[in-house]
T-cell receptor, first 118, second 115 residues
Framework: AQKITQTQPGMFVQEKEAVTLDCTYD???????LFWYKQPSSGEMIFLIY??????QNATEGRYSLNFQKARKSANLVISASQLGDSAMYFC???????????????FGKGTHLIIQP | GAVVSQHPSRVICKSGTSVKIECRSL??????MFWYRQFPKQSLMLMAT?????????EQGVEKDKFLINHASLTLSTLTVTSAHPEDSSFYIC???????????FGPGTRLTVL
């Protein structure tokens, strides 16, 4: 089973509209973290937002907010007032519980290609 | 935020040669770094975890003899693709952990093309 599922391969959104990118995850760990990254055509991975499994409030960073539904195991990204520069690939990722006291790498979903239209 | 650099940004090499990619944390010390690979129009796949002063931990299916990782200092990890073949052509991205394991800062990536 996939650990991170992003069901929207591509999305077209009108400029200035809000957009929600879906992400569901699968883990049996109690402690985990969820990340969203933006990857423009240049390839760099731009960190957008982070939500810890024990965080009671949904994370927000400027125009980005994370709709965390723990019971549903979903962590959707909401971008308010979309801009042309938001056009990019968006990846949801998860860090599961620590193993052996060290850090763990991230597991990524397949991504959503978001295109903002003027 | 913290800055991670990678060098080179692009490399083209002949089949059978070895290529070294450097990943540096510029303004912080990173005990742990990660190496990912991304094929065109696909997601990032974790290849290995690089820990300063110890052997790297490789993900299942990644050949450790082909992808040599060295993390000799708290600011530098290197990935050497040995005897590269066209199927190794990919985008290689490193990330480094900040003070918190919840922080992972990515480098700009290295695009490897093997002819």
């Amino acid at each position: 089973a996939q650990k991170i599922t992003q069901t929207q391969p591509g999305m077209f959104v009108q400029e200035k509209e809000a957009v929600t990118l879906d992400c569901t995850y699968d883990t049996s760990d109690q402690s985990y973290g969820l990340f969203w990254y933006k990857q423009p055509s240049s390839g760099e991975m731009i960190f957008l937002i982070y939500q810890g499994s024990y965080d009671e409030q949904n994370a927000t960073e400027g125009r980005y907010s994370l709709n965390f539904q723990k019971a549903r195991k979903s962590a959707n990204l909401v971008i308010s007032a979309s801009q042309l520069g938001d056009s990019a690939m968006y990846f949801c990722a998860m860090r599961e519980g620590y193993s052996g006291g060290g850090a763990d790498g991230l597991t990524f979903g397949k991504g959503t290609h978001l295109i903002i239209q003027p | 935020g913290a800055v991670v650099s990678q060098h080179p940004s692009r490399v083209i090499c002949k089949s059978g040669t070895s290529v070294k990619i450097e990943c540096r944390s510029l303004d912080f010390q990173a005990t742990t770094m990660f190496w990912y690979r991304q094929f065109p129009k696909q997601s990032l796949m974790l290849m290995a975890t690089s820990n300063e002063g110890s052997k790297a931990t490789y993900e299942q299916g990644v050949e450790k003899d082909k992808f040599l990782i060295n993390h000799a200092s708290l600011t530098l990890s290197t990935l050497t693709v040995t005897s590269a073949h066209p199927e190794d052509s990919s985008f290689y991205i490193c990330s480094a952990c900040g003070e918190s394991y919840n922080e992972q800062f990515f480098g700009p990536g290295t695009r490897l093309t093997v002819l």
